[in-house]
């Protein structure tokens, strides 16, 4: 039997994020890499990872506060906030620390001009080139330009940036229209630039610009859905796994959890998981859901309750109490999880809460 420890685990491997930046590296090695490192890391532990990935030449988040926290965790290399600041507090904040912001509205240039900072922010104004999210206008840039040379409180020269909206299927036209729309904001001026994200770096060599913002697949996942990370020579980063706390015989035509919305169609053996949507397992993952338990995939029976999953192990099972479970890992792609559950790698690795134990594995 299991013991006291911590049963649910999210195990990191550092050689496996150093390989895959090294992999993502390889695709473009004239450009810098802006490890992104938003999320707590896509959930991997933001120190942790930072702390591993002393290669990349900075590292990107989505917000003020995060940002200001590796500050005082003692990063020195570049860091972008990649939403931008949000009020002239932040604004102030983020000046205070020398960290780079995405300048994405005319709001945000008037707070500047109108802040007195100690020092001019480091900006890279993002264009929208069709992501339709964030970003100036193509005919917004062109119009806010002289206004964004002349402000004291921004380092000139300044820095372009964008964002694919469809970088994960290749061939789709939007690709190819706002790489154009990206190069035409570009114009003559000799600035450095950023468009490719994780997508991007695989897919999309004309985006490779004097950085790359790699993020998911930093983590050893493939950014399409229909991929794998293994594909590009990805390695997953975490494990997350469990243990069995009880194996049960269970007849022929039995239900088993809330519901009852499963029922055997066979005398069997069920395993009970210490895993649920407690620790951040999807609570809509169905049954058939797969799980790794001593070498094999055996599928999620019935409702994942807050505590507990429950899996089918075979009649003729022998597994035990105490046997590792792998939600999701080298054993178990994230990607081949999240396409039974209906969703994407990227909320499973970064919705487990603060019950799972976040552990890193060293070299």
């Known amino acids: 039997m299991c013991s006291g420890m911590d049963v649910a685990q999210a195990l ?6 150093r390989h895959n930046l090294k992999q993502l590296r390889s695709y473009s090695p004239q450009s810098k890499m802006m490890a992104v490192v938003k999320a707590n890391a896509y959930g991997h532990g933001v120190e942790g990872v930072v ?3 002393t290669e990349a030449d900075g590292y990107g988040v989505a917000r003020a506060s995060e940002a200001v926290a590796l500050r005082e965790a003692g990063v020195t ?19 205070q620390h020398g960290v ?4 994405h509205s005319e709001e945000q240039l008037r707070c500047l001009e109108q802040s007195r900072l100690p020092a001019p922010l480091e900006v890279w104004v993002k264009i929208d080139t069709g992501m339709h999210r964030l970003g100036l206008l193509p005919e917004q840039w062109r119009d806010l330009q002289p206004r964004i040379q002349a402000c004291r409180n921004i380092q000139q020269p ?23 729309c990206f190069d035409e904001q570009q114009g003559e001026l000799a600035l450095e630039t950023s468009f490719a994200n994780s997508a991007g770096i695989l897919f999309h060599p004309q985006s490779h610009g004097s950085w790359n913002r790699p993020g998911i697949a930093l983590y050893g996942i493939s950014p399409q859905v229909d991929s794998f990370g293994r594909d590009f020579k990805l390695i997953p980063a975490m494990t997350m796994q469990s243990t069995l706390i009880a194996v049960r015989e269970h007849p022929k035509g039995g239900s088993v959890g809330y519901g009852a919305s499963w029922q055997s169609e066979r005398a069997t053996r069920l395993g009970v998981v210490a895993m649920g949507y407690g620790d951040g ?13 001593n070498g094999r995939e055996v599928p999620i029976v019935g409702r994942v309750s807050m505590d507990m999953l429950c899996v089918e192990l075979g009649p003729e099972a022998q597994d035990r109490p105490g046997d590792r479970v792998v939600l999701w890992g080298p054993e178990l792609p994230a990607e081949k999880v999240a396409a039974s559950i209906g969703t994407i790698a990227y909320e499973l690795v970064t919705n487990h809460t603060q019950r799972v134990a976040l552990r890193y594995l060293d070299d």
């Open 158 to 180: 300044v820095k372009l940036m964008s964002h694919f909206a469809c970088a994960d299927e290749p061939e789709h036209p939007l690709n190819r229209q706002q790489q154009a």
């Open 100 to 103: 780079a912001v995405a300048l």
């Open 51 to 53: 702390n591993t990935l």
């Open 12 to 17: 990191v491997s550092r050689a496996a994020l």
């Open 281 to 293: 397992y999807p609570r809509t993952a169905p049954s058939g859901t797969p799980v790794w338990v």
């Open 77 to 95: 290399k570049p860091l972008l906030v990649l939403e931008g600041f949000f009020s002239a507090e932040e604004a102030l904040q983020l000046s």
